[in-house]
């Protein structure tokens, strides 16, 4: 690396792992990400659970208690202000049922199927979630019990690798955010398939619903990557950074680019500003 003291060519090594190739920058964000409506669901048979009337003392009938409380989650869910907010979730899971131990697998098994089907959660509320009902002790069960691409999806929430976020959005922006994360998370997995005819489109159909999501911007750029436009990855790279200027991966992926191009000096620049951040 020509002209280059040794210290600053240690710290551009250190930060891009040169020679890293694009694909391996790729990698940790773009997962495997899991369809709204998914096409399993057709032959899909949920696991046996005992039904509430194993459990209910012939006194007190507790079908009304769990049924309210699923009308709370739906509600939830169904508005995105307050889908977001985890202290709506943590409310719920204090409700009286909770405390209801003998209803705890029947009410486990219904908020899993809930979120085979609503599952644009953030990492935090699916931690939350996880607290309750400790999925990640019942790995071998719900992998018996469930379809793959959901069990899949839902350790990846609940684990540490990259997933994609719901908080960098101005709520008082009217829009369908259901469509909108559809049309995201299919562009990520037209990413993954390399199908980039697709991957153009859905980000396309996104992009003209919201402009200032980074998962999205970052989505586009590694578009633009594939199709060799590093410009047009780094304008928005840049614009990424500057919504959310504490993603590790935005400061990666411009450095690889000013590397790659030979613009040392401000591989170096980007570097420092990375390791600034941590």
Known sequence: MANIPPKEEALIKEIIKYPLKVEEIQRPFVEESYDD???YNNNYSPPNVNIVNDFVDTKVNYEQDIYEFFERVNSIYNNFTYRTQEKNWIELLNYDIMWKLEFVSLINAKMIEFLMGHHFLTRNICNILNETFHWDEQERFLNDSYPETFTKYLFKQIGEERVLGYCSFN??????YEQYFHYREEAQRAL???DLKLVKNYISLAYEMYQSDPDLLCIKGEYYLRIAD?????EVFKTAILINPSDDNMYLYQAQIMYDSK????AIKICKAFKTTD
């Open 37 to 39: 409506v998914p096409e």
């Open 171 to 176: 709520t008082s922006i009217k829009i369908d």
């Open 192 to 194: 993954l398939g390399s």
């Open 230 to 234: 590093k410009n047009k990855a780094l």
């Open 263 to 266: 613009n040392f000096t401000e």
